[in-house]
């Protein structure tokens, strides 16, 4: 019976390293795809994904976008944690930003930032009375943030006075004692901020966001003096319309591109494209060999003319063996 037992123990062991086998995604090619669809034709353009042609430059600054939004709002909340004693921990921010641009008047366009949420924790930890002890993580969200801003036509800046800034605020705070009331109240300090008083730091922040999203595709310039628009829907692009007729989108948007910026309604939805998975911990080889997904769908309509842009990744992938037995283990094993 001992012996039974043993070879069963045995084989629990050796079969528990191929349940943990580890395989190490590695990229071997890739491609870029801007689509522009106008009056039921489209055109595709593809770019390699390790050129770094136009589209992976316009693809890096859309990705920049919600780091530096966040980056903004992670140093709000260090400089006011440590302002009253408390330790900043991490902050993140999540969802998929969304843009709305419509024009006002007076050379001044209205956007609107939707789709993220941000969290925070921070922590505070001390001595009350000097026998009671206490080490406390404060929680804090802001869902559903929703960004409105007026910006100049001419140049893209956005005032931070024109900035209004609305959300779900929540906070909680979990202690290693009943003492939750001594960490300084943190979530409140939110609240009021949402509900009008805004702190300048963080208007900063979210006016660097508003503005980046602008310059990455409508104002900034390279070297070519191309924006992002332009760099996507190059000036020889053409529409094959249904009847057969060709539409010479490229050479429409740039030699129009002022008027588009000031009397348009655009919509630009953002999204992470390709992203690559972590190693793998499983008996075998995953079994597929391509990620994909979009950077941008770009909505623009004028009287008489309406037109979307698309930015789509695909990255190609193969899988490697690393012998490793788990994400925690140093054992070599062997591929299943």
């Not at 069963?8 to 395989?23: E, T």
């Not at 999204?271 to 911990?281: E, F, L, R, S, Y």
């Not at 037995?325 to 591929?335: E, F, K, L, V």
């Amino acid at each position: 019976m001992r012996i039974q037992h043993t070879l069963v123990a045995l084989a629990a062991l050796l079969s528990l390293p191929s349940a943990q086998a580890g395989w190490d995604p590695v990229v071997t090619g890739g491609q870029y795809i801007v689509t522009v669809e106008y009056g039921g034709g489209s055109v595709s353009v593809s770019e390699g994904r390790n050129q770094y042609g136009p589209l992976a430059r316009t693809a890096g600054e859309l990705r920049a976008i919600p780091f530096q939004m966040e980056n903004g709002l992670n140093s709000f909340m260090r400089s006011y944690a440590s302002s009253n004693g408390v330790n900043f921990q991490r902050g993140s921010l999540s969802g998929d930003l969304r843009l709305q641009i419509s024009p006002q008047g007076n050379g001044l366009m209205r956007t609107t930032l939707s789709g993220v949420s941000y969290n925070a924790w921070t922590q505070f930890s001390g001595k009350k009375w000097g026998i009671i002890r206490f080490n406390c993580v404060s929680h804090l969200s802001l869902a559903n943030i929703s960004v409105g801003a007026s910006y100049n036509v001419s140049n893209g800046q956005v005032p931070s006075s024109s900035i209004m800034l609305d959300g779900q605020p929540n906070s909680s705070t979990d202690c290693d004692s009943n003492l939750s009331w001594i960490l300084p109240v943190v979530g409140n300090f939110i609240i009021r901020k949402v509900e009008g008083q805004i702190d300048q730091a963080v208007l900063q922040g979210l006016q660097g966001t508003l503005g980046q999203g602008n310059q990455a595709l409508f104002y900034g310039r390279d070297n070519l003096q191309l924006t992002g628009l332009t760099r996507l829907i190059s000036a020889d692009r053409q529409v094959t319309l249904p009847n057969g007729q060709q539409f010479p989108i490229g050479q429409y948007v740039h030699n129009n591109l002022a008027y588009l910026l000031g009397n348009a309604q655009v919509t630009v939805q953002l999204g992470k494209g390709a992203i690559v998975p972590d190693t793998h911990w499983g008996g075998g080889e995953p079994g597929y060999y391509q990620v994909q997904g979009d950077h941008l769908n770009l909505q623009i309509s004028v009287p008489g003319l309406s037109f979307s842009v698309r930015l789509h990744e695909q990255v190609q992938l193969e899988w490697n063996w690393n012998g490793r037995c788990g994400p925690n283990s140093d054992m070599t094993c062997h591929i299943p």
